[in-house]
């Protein structure tokens, strides 16, 4: 089992700028996929994005392509997602996860989440 903690939320004005750390503890970080979900209030968990265990693939939902970048330091425990050109419907609770396969949306496949953190964006 592998735990989770997320960092680095905040707020920032639409075209802004955030980084977000995922710290992982456990012995198996390096065994899993990692992706990022995010959660608006009133609607559903959506997939953001992942990496895979090795760190040379990435996958990116459409809406945010081009702006947000996933990265991995296994020897550091820890998965960064960069966001970049933030946009007020990006606003919501960011979840990191461990999860089986870097490149699909579905939460079926995740085995821990982190706690979220919020990020506003304010136009």
């Known amino acids: 089992q592998v735990q989770l903690v997320e960092s680095g939320g905040g707020l920032v004005q639409a075209g802004g700028s955030l980084r977000l750390s995922c710290a992982a503890s456990?012995?198996?970080?390096?065994?899993?996929?990692m992706g990022w979900f995010r959660q608006a209030p009133g609607k559903e968990r959506e997939f953001v994005g992942g990496i895979s265990w090795s760190g040379d693939n990435t996958y990116y939902v459409d809406s945010v392509k081009g702006r947000f970048t996933i990265s991995r330091g296994n020897a550091k425990s820890t998965v960064v997602l960069q966001m970049n050109s933030l946009k007020p419907e990006d606003t919501a609770v960011y979840y990191c996860?461990?999860?089986?396969?870097?490149?699909?949306?579905?939460?079926?496949?995740?085995?821990?989440w982190g706690q979220g953190t919020q990020v506003t964006v304010s136009s």
């Open positions: 996860a461990a999860k089986l396969r870097y490149n699909t949306d579905s939460v079926a496949d995740v085995r821990s």
């Open positions: 456990g012995r198996t970080f390096s065994n899993y996929a």
